[in-house]
């Protein structure tokens, strides 16, 4: 249940409420003319790291520093041509196509081309 209080009472004990507030973790309303005006609620500390916040939401199973592959899988020319950059598939950002015709990119505003030096005008 929710506990109001007239704001003359509250002023007089404000420390001693606070206090309350703040052990209890109960809100108190603090009303006006019998309005309510604002809310004393207690303030919960956050987690200053991100490592305290997830404490214990999740569990680690298995190895985590250990290799992923067994050893036997391993391909150590395989990784030598990643090192030196000769790779087995081509990287994604040159297997596209270049454009053949830049014509039919998007005009500029206004929808006129813009003559370069030198251009003659039909």
């Given at each position: 249940?929710?506990?109001?209080?007239?704001?003359?009472?509250?002023?007089?004990?404000?420390?001693?409420?606070?206090?309350?507030?703040?052990?209890?973790?109960?809100p108190i309303t603090v009303t006006k003319r019998g309005k309510a005006k604002v809310q004393i609620v207690a303030v919960r500390e956050k987690p200053k790291t991100l490592w305290g916040a997830t404490k214990g939401t999740f569990k680690i199973l298995g190895d985590i520093v250990g290799p992923i592959v067994e050893p036997e899988e391993w391909d150590e020319e395989r990784e030598f041509r990643n090192i030196a950059g000769k790779f087995d598939d081509p990287p994604a950002r040159y297997a596209h196509h270049p454009m053949a015709d830049r014509a039919s990119t998007k005009a500029r505003k206004g929808g006129t081309r813009k003559l370069h030096k030198g251009a003659k005008r039909r």
């Open positions: 249940m929710e506990r109001k209080i007239n704001a003359a009472a509250f002023k007089a004990r404000c420390l001693a409420l606070i206090d309350e507030v703040a052990e209890t973790g109960q």
